[in-house]
Nanobody, 122 residues
C-alpha cells in the first residue's frame, strides 16, 4: 500500500521559514518524480516543485524559485520542501505527490498525501 505522509506545516509570519517533509512508503521511489503542489481556498491546485528521485533533477514554479528548495533523502525515503522568505500568498494546503509524466500537471501524479496546512500571516 502506497502512503505519502506530509508534516511540517503551521503558522508563520511573512519573511519566515518552514520545512515540509513527505515520508513515502510502498513504492520504488527511483522510478518516480516526487512533487509538491498547493491549493489555496477557492483556487485550483498548483505546481510548486518537483524532483526526479533517481537523478535529483529539480523543477520549480516561477513564484517560488529562489525561495523554496526541494530535496530528497534516500536513506529515509523522504522528500523535503524548504520554504524561505514566505509570503502571505504562499498560504495553502501543501500536498506531496508521486508520479511520472509532465512534472507540473497534477494529472501526471498517481499518488497523493492528505496535505499539510501552511499559513503565512502579514
Amino acid at each position: 500500500q502506497v502512503q505519502l505522509v506530509e508534516s511540517g506545516g503551521g503558522l508563520v509570519q511573512a519573511g519566515g521559514s518552514l520545512r515540509l517533509s513527505c515520508a513515502a512508503s510502498g513504492l520504488t521511489l527511483s522510478g518516480y518524480r516526487m512533487g509538491w503542489f498547493r491549493q489555496a481556498p477557492g483556487k485550483e491546485r498548483e505546481f510548486v516543485a518537483a524532483i526526479w528521485w533517481s537523478s535529483g533533477v529539480t523543477y520549480y514554479a516561477d513564484s517560488v524559485k529562489g525561495r523554496f528548495t526541494i530535496a530528497r533523502d534516500n536513506a529515509k525515503s523522504t522528500v523535503t520542501l524548504q520554504m524561505n522568505n514566505l509570503k502571505p500568498e504562499d498560504t495553502a494546503v501543501y500536498y506531496c505527490a508521486a508520479g511520472i509524466g509532465a512534472y507540473d500537471s497534477p494529472k501526471s501524479y498517481q499518488y497523493w498525501g492528505k496535505g499539510t496546512l501552511v499559513t503565512v500571516s502579514s
